[in-house]
T-cell receptor, first 109, second 115 residues
């Protein structure tokens, strides 16, 4: 399977700071996706980066991908209390997508 | 916007009961998935389906079955509920592989308690 492993498992920062989460995976991928989950809810897709891309931006989100190291990072700039959630990476091969345990981010107002 | 609707947000059932969790999507997606999510274990894939009447086992299919009689509906069945099936269940759907990069759209989840 393509399971991603997020690091750290928990992160606590002050509002306004940047939050960086990392993801490592083991096999080759077509793309890598990041999802967000608010407490007790379903996951919401945030951003997709293809295997031939190195960096992608979407609003306050910046994702990097290093296929040689099989790793990705998600940066949330100028964090807000509303960013408090769990974040999951999902390396995608052909069909099945496997999610890891996620990074639990707490943004303190 | 894609909408994935799970029939219940909360369910309480007794051990041994047959439990049906229903999921409906409104975007004509080929793929549908059932996951369970437990603290410290992340999301684990139970079953998935690539087409009507097709099903494939995921990583933890034991104790579960599924039904996909119509493209928009994917049901998860607990034949005889047990306490270790107490969990959050998440349904998701996506377009066929190669389209939209396999982005998955999730329902809000069903928190099932088996007593």
């Amino acid at each position: 399977s393509q399971q991603g492993e997020e690091d750290p498992q928990a992160l606590s920062i002050q509002e306004g700071e940047n939050a960086t989460m990392n993801c490592s995976y083991k096999t080759s991928i077509n793309n890598l996706q990041w999802y967000r989950q608010n407490s007790g809810r379903g996951l919401v897709h945030l951003i997709l980066i293809r295997s031939n891309e190195r960096e992608k931006h979407s609003g306050r989100l910046r994702v990097t991908l290093d296929t040689s190291k099989k790793s990705s990072s998600l940066l949330i700039t100028a964090s807000r209390a509303a960013d408090t959630a769990s974040y999951f990476c999902a390396p995608v091969g052909y069909q099945k997508v496997t999610f890891g345990i996620g990074t639990k981010l707490q943004v303190i107002p | 916007d894609v909408k994935v609707t799970q029939s219940s947000r909360y369910l309480v059932k007794r051990t041994g009961e047959k439990v049906f969790l229903e999921c409906v999507q409104d975007m004509d997606h080929e793929n549908m998935f059932w996951y369970r999510q437990d603290p410290g274990l992340g999301l684990r894939l139970i079953y998935f389906s690539y087409d009507v009447k097709m099903k494939e086992k995921g990583d933890i299919p034991e104790g579960y079955s599924v039904s996909r009689e119509k493209k928009e509906r994917f049901s998860l069945i607990l034949e005889s509920a047990s306490t270790n099936q107490t969990s959050m269940y998440l349904c998701a759907s996506s377009l066929s592989p190669g389209r939209e990069g396999n982005i998955q759209y999730f329902g809000a989840g069903t928190r099932l308690s088996v007593l």
